[in-house]
């Protein structure tokens, strides 16, 4: 299975698992134009930390390379490991607090949540329990210190971050002030955080999913779910300095619950579930260039059965993976779109 896909500015990265031998293992794809690809050098596992079935591998990018993380979707005594490269064909344990990543965070256990890269470096969220949230920081994706953050005390977590050219954003969920636990946080530079109040009024459950720059703005996607049906409309996140947010409902266009969105030099593109049954599972890919209209350039019946898993964006291509039905079982699989006029 793919799980993550970055685009580097030289080509793209893909993370994932793959059946082989006796079981699956850990994989990593390298191309330079999503069409073409390479098996990486995948990372050694720490002897104490095998690999097992249940890690979820993902990435995130900046000038300085490229930051693979994972962590056990199942087992919380399993801290996560942080790994970088420069090339995506070869990686190296990151470093925390000058040790190697697995033995800085095995006790007791660090758990990333989500990793992040912006032009001054890599911010990751994570926490030793539940409603925990620690910062680490990265200038190079290699070696990381664990933030001395101010953070307004929650009950809750950080569980997603974006870097962009004016700080952090992060969201999660905050359940000190109310029954509603959604929440934003925004940070100039890593250290100092701010809760963001969302102006919404409407009678629904705000849900923020993924967050992209896009010419100096920042444009994220999700829900506004209703209170009364449990019913999601995917909704637009907009905001030019993380503070004021504007969330409108799409008209003519993705319909259900956003998930992912990603941003290459003249489009934005998101995934959408229409399928209240299934929203964590995106069946339908939308694009929309600058100035114009909101245009499904993939559906269902594209992907058939396939779960899919990651979203990059180039100047001119979009890519997304998953695992895919073949005659005689499932493999990992990448879908590429070619905008026309390249």
Same mark, same amino acid.
């Given at each position: 299975?793919?799980? !993550?896909?970055?685009?580097?500015?030289?080509?793209?990265?893909?993370?994932?698992?793959?059946?082989?031998?006796?079981?699956?293992?850990?994989?990593?794809?390298?191309?330079?134009?999503?069409?073409?690809?390479?098996?990486?050098?995948?990372?050694?596992?720490?002897? !104490?930390?095998?690999?097992?079935?249940?890690?979820? @591998?993902?990435?995130?990018?900046?000038?300085?390379?490229?930051?693979?993380?994972?962590?056990?979707?199942?087992?919380?005594?399993?801290?996560?490991?942080?790994?970088?490269?420069?090339?995506?064909?070869?990686?190296?344990?990151?470093?925390?607090?000058?040790?190697?990543?697995?033995?800085?965070?095995?006790?007791?256990?660090?758990?990333?949540?989500?990793?992040?890269?912006?032009?001054?470096?890599?911010?990751?969220?994570?926490?030793?329990?539940?409603?925990?949230?620690? /910062?680490?920081?990265?200038?190079?994706?290699?070696?990381?210190?664990?933030?001395?953050?101010?953070?307004?005390?929650?009950?809750?977590?950080?569980?997603?971050?974006?870097?962009?050219?004016?700080?952090? /954003?992060?969201?999660? @969920?905050?359940?000190?002030?109310?029954?509603?636990?959604?929440?934003?946080?925004?940070?100039?530079?890593? =250290?100092?955080?701010?809760?963001?109040?969302?102006?919404?009024?409407?009678?629904?459950?705000?849900?923020?999913?993924?967050?992209?720059?896009?010419?100096?703005?920042?444009?994220? =996607?999700?829900?506004?779910?209703?209170?009364?049906?449990?019913?999601?409309?995917?909704?637009?996140?907009?905001?030019?300095?993380?503070?004021?947010?504007?969330?409108?409902?799409?008209?003519?266009?993705?319909?259900?619950?956003?998930?992912?969105?990603?941003?290459?030099?003249?489009?934005?593109?998101?995934?959408?579930?229409? !399928?209240?049954?299934?929203?964590?599972?995106?069946?339908?890919?939308?694009?929309?260039?600058?100035?114009?209209?909101?245009?499904?350039?993939?559906?269902?019946?594209?992907?058939?059965?396939?779960?899919?898993?990651?979203?990059?964006?180039?100047?001119?291509?979009?890519?997304?993976?998953?695992?895919?039905?073949?005659?005689?079982?499932?493999?990992?699989?990448?879908?590429? @779109?070619?905008?026309? !006029?390249?």
């Amino acid at each position: 299975m793919v799980e !993550d896909i970055v685009f580097t500015g030289a080509g793209f990265i893909a993370s994932g698992e793959i059946n082989e031998g006796a079981g699956a293992g850990p994989a990593i794809w390298v191309s330079p134009d999503g069409s073409s690809w390479q098996r990486a050098t995948v990372p050694e596992s720490p002897s !104490d930390y095998p690999y097992f079935q249940s890690n979820l @591998w993902q990435l995130a990018t900046a000038d300085a390379g490229t930051v693979l993380w994972r962590f056990s979707m199942f087992d919380d005594e399993k801290p996560s490991v942080v790994y970088h490269s420069t090339d995506g064909l070869t990686w190296s344990e990151a470093t925390l607090g000058g040790l190697p990543w697995s033995a800085a965070a095995a006790d007791p256990p660090h758990r990333v949540h989500a990793l992040a890269g912006s032009p001054s470096g890599f911010v990751a969220v994570g926490g030793r329990t539940e409603t925990e949230t620690v /910062i680490y920081a990265s200038a190079d994706g290699a070696t990381w210190t664990e933030v001395d953050a101010e953070i307004p005390a929650t009950i809750g977590r950080m569980e997603g971050i974006a870097g962009w050219g004016g700080g952090w /954003i992060s969201w999660g @969920w905050d359940c000190a002030t109310g029954s509603v636990c959604e929440a934003i946080w925004h940070s100039p530079d890593g =250290v100092t955080w701010t809760e963001i109040a969302l102006d919404w009024s409407g009678d629904d459950y705000v849900i923020l999913r993924s967050v992209v720059e896009h010419h100096d703005s920042l444009v994220g =996607v999700g829900s506004l779910v209703s209170k009364a049906t449990g019913r999601g409309e995917a909704a637009l996140f907009t905001s030019t300095d993380g503070f004021a947010w504007e969330i409108t409902v799409f008209g003519a266009g993705p319909e259900g619950s956003g998930l992912t969105i990603a941003a290459g030099a003249d489009m934005v593109v998101l995934t959408a579930s229409s !399928d209240q049954e299934a929203l964590d599972r995106p069946g339908d890919i939308w694009m929309m260039r600058d100035g114009g209209e909101w245009v499904r350039i993939a559906s269902d019946e594209t992907f058939g059965n396939a779960a899919l898993h990651g979203l990059a964006v180039s100047e001119d291509r979009v890519l997304t993976g998953g695992l895919a039905d073949f005659d005689g079982g499932s493999a990992p699989a990448l879908w590429l @779109w070619i905008t026309p !006029d390249s």
